[in-house]
C-alpha cells in the first residue's frame, strides 16, 4: 500500500501565500494531482502533474495563482498556492496513480489523508 506523506497546510489572510508538499512512500513515480474539498462541497480538482514533469493542467479557478511542480530527485511534488481567497479554504488532499495528469477523481489509486488550508479575509 503505497502513502502519500502530505504537509504544508495552514491559516493564512487573503492574498497571502502557501506551499504544500506530497511524496509518496516509495521510490516509485507516479502521476500527481491535487484536489480539495470544502465542507458541504465536494471533492474537486485542482492541479495535476506528469511524472516528466512536462505535462500539467489546473482548474480554471486556480489558474495563474497556484503552481504544481515536482523535485524528480526528492520525488516530491508541491503546489505552490499565491494570491489566495478565502473560497480557497478547503482540505487539500494529494493523489496519485493516474495514468495521466487527470482531473477525475477516479482515475487516481491512492489518497493523502488531507491537509487543512484556511483563508481569512
Known amino acids: 500500500q503505497v502513502r502519500l506523506i502530505e504537509s504544508g497546510g495552514g491559516s493564512v489572510q487573503a492574498g497571502g501565500s502557501l506551499t504544500l508538499s506530497c511524496a509518496p512512500s516509495?521510490?516509485?513515480?507516479?502521476?500527481m494531482g491535487w484536489f480539495r474539498q470544502a465542507p458541504g462541497n465536494e471533492r474537486e480538482f485542482v492541479a495535476a502533474?506528469?511524472?516528466?514533469?512536462?505535462?500539467?493542467r489546473y482548474a480554471d479557478s486556480v489558474k495563474g495563482r497556484f503552481t504544481i511542480s515536482r523535485d524528480k530527485a526528492l520525488n516530491t511534488v508541491y503546489l505552490q498556492m499565491n494570491s489566495l481567497k478565502p473560497e480557497d479554504t478547503a482540505v487539500y488532499y494529494c493523489?496519485?496513480?493516474?495514468?495521466?495528469?487527470?482531473?477525475?477523481?477516479?482515475?487516481?489509486?491512492?489518497w493523502g489523508q488531507g491537509t487543512q488550508v484556511t483563508v481569512s479575509s
Open positions: 516509495t521510490s516509485r513515480r507516479y502521476y
Open positions: 493523489a496519485a496513480g493516474a495514468l495521466t495528469p487527470s482531473n477525475v477523481r477516479s482515475s487516481y489509486d491512492y
Open positions: 502533474i506528469s511524472i516528466s514533469a512536462e505535462d500539467w
